[in-house]
Nanobody, 121 residues
């Protein structure tokens, strides 16, 4: 069982930046970030392969967010730039053990508790 712990959320003004971190208790395959706002489905944000060589982004964050990982620390990061009010959400870290990148919730068996990101306009 892999435990995931997110950090780095908070309040930021529109146009600003935040970096989220997610530390895993052990080795994982691909890792990703999802987000959810009240009354809406949890949505995919980004994922990165085990090696870090492959990444995927939702269209809504392409060009603004950057995902990366440090396997020596079992940690994945999400650098969020040019933040908009619509980026406000609880952000969840997710991990999988198998091969492949993953973009759907069911592909990730391990989840963190979530961290709140609030962007004020």
């Amino acid at each position: 069982q892999v435990q995931l712990v997110e950090s780095g959320g908070g309040l930021v003004q529109a146009g600003g930046s935040l970096r989220l971190s997610c530390a895993a208790s052990g080795r994982t395959g691909a890792m990703g970030w999802f987000r959810q706002t009240p009354g809406k489905e949890r949505e995919f944000v980004s994922s990165v392969s085990r090696s870090g060589g492959s990444t995927s982004y939702a269209d809504s964050v392409k060009g603004r967010f950057i995902i990366s990982r440090d396997n020596a620390k079992n940690t994945v990061y999400l650098q969020m730039n040019s933040l908009k009010a619509e980026d406000t959400a609880v952000y969840y870290c997710a991990a999988r053990s198998g091969l492949g990148l993953g973009e759907r919730q069911w592909e990730f068996p391990y989840w963190g508790q979530g961290t709140q990101v609030t962007v004020s306009s």
